[in-house]
């Protein structure tokens, strides 16, 4: 499986962001998917889930009413939307196979900042 993340870049606070997972060589379409990060001086975080049929979305607290996360099965992509953002969400954010983050990619950086 590989999982390629982007869209991170520098936003100011009250910003969005939209970022993007593609995965390959993985039955993407049947698989439930999770959203993970990682902030400074905080261990990985998990954030988001999605189910495969995008029946069921489930979210952190941290994040609950401000992200959410959509996918798109015939392009094997992930989209995590994220609104409303807080200095505190400055981190690297990954996409995951997993609800432990193991397998996760290399992760697209997003700082938040004035």
């Known amino acids: 499986v590989q999982l390629m993340e982007s869209g991170g870049d520098l936003v100011q606070p009250g910003g969005s962001l939209r970022l993007s997972c593609v995965v390959t060589?993985?039955?993407?379409?049947?698989?439930?998917m999770n959203w993970f990060r990682q902030t400074p001086g905080k261990g990985l975080e998990w954030i988001s889930s999605i189910n495969y049929d995008s029946t069921e979305m489930k979210y952190a607290d941290s994040v609950k009413g401000r992200f959410t996360v959509s996918r798109d099965n015939s392009k094997n992509t992930l989209f995590p939307q994220m609104d409303s953002l807080k200095i505190e969400d400055t981190g690297v954010y990954y996409c995951?196979?997993?609800?432990?983050?193991?397998?996760r990619g290399q992760g697209t950086q997003v700082t938040v900042s004035s």
């Open positions: 060589e993985f039955p993407f379409s049947f698989w439930d």
């Open positions: 995951a196979t997993d609800s432990s983050g193991h397998q």
